[in-house]
């Protein structure tokens, strides 16, 4: 696991963009996995801005989202699918047919899940997973006590998630009860898993997914057994790391191959 501290979101999301970019620019035709909420829409703006301003090429490249509400149809201005639409699908060249997000209308839910895993199969795997984490360590909609090999499937949300939620929505009672998510173990199958985490409230399931033990409470734990994983964490993210100084100092001191 790579730790990387930046003074803010801004220069956060700046280098987690430039990883993004690498990819794509090494492997035109790669498959990214994106995660929606507020977290990741400065990363996206810099994606849109290095399409605009130099070209960063997007015509060969497919997405997976990592999840979406279930009975929540594709045009309402809450779905994921409206929000990538609006945040980062409408501004580059990425051809509509090789987007794919989860199908919250489906009537066959389980049918629908295996679709997606064998699609994600059948691309040849995400090679960037974009995560946030939730302030009770979910990754994707992966709640506590997910399994920590499971894959794409129906998942109901937690009161904490939902509150989380309530303000896209106008309030919690509007809030769906089920997502469709990427599993854990479907997660752990990406190549590079990419994760950002701002703000003090972060704080504490950023230091027991990075240093905590690995268990199911914590699902973001997982990403400790990872190859490659990549937490981007703005200082009050990374505020109750108890080895924050020591990776401040990794990343200060590395070979320029090994930079960003």
């Given at each position: 696991m790579e730790i990387i501290i930046q003074p803010n979101s801004?220069?956060?999301?700046?280098?987690?963009?430039?990883?993004?970019?690498?990819?794509v620019r090494e492997k035109p035709h790669a498959v990214l996995g994106l995660a929606t909420g507020n977290t990741p829409l400065q990363l996206y703006r810099n994606l849109v801005r290095m399409h605009r301003e130099s070209g960063l090429d997007f015509s060969g490249v497919t997405s997976f989202n990592l999840d979406e509400y279930v009975g929540i149809p594709p045009a309402h201005p809450s779905s994921f699918h409206s929000y990538m639409w609006a945040h980062l699908f409408s501004s580059i060249n990425m051809p509509r047919e090789r987007v794919n997000i989860p199908d919250g209308m489906t009537g066959d839910i389980p049918a629908a899940c295996r679709k997606y895993e064998q699609a994600i199969r059948s691309a040849g795997g995400v090679d960037i997973q974009i995560l946030g984490i939730g302030t009770n360590g979910h990754i994707g909609f992966n709640e506590p006590s997910s399994s920590l090999s499971s894959r794409t499937r129906i998942k109901t949300l937690t009161e904490e998630t939902r509150l989380d939620a309530a303000a896209a929505f106008g309030g919690e009672e509007a809030v769906p009860?089920?997502?469709?998510?990427m599993g854990l173990g479907t997660i752990?199958?990406?190549k590079m898993c990419l994760l950002l985490a701002f703000g003090k409230k972060k704080a504490k399931a950023i230091s027991l997914a990075a240093e905590g033990p690995v268990t199911a409470m914590v699902p973001g734990s997982i990403l400790q057994m990872h190859p490659r994983a990549i937490f981007v964490l703005d200082k009050d993210a990374a505020s109750d790391l108890k080895m924050a100084d020591y990776y401040v100092w990794i990343n200060e001191h590395k070979p320029d191959w090994q930079k960003y």
């Open positions: 801004q220069q956060a999301s700046e280098l987690a963009a430039r990883i993004v970019a690498r990819t009860t089920h997502v469709i998510t752990l199958d990406s």
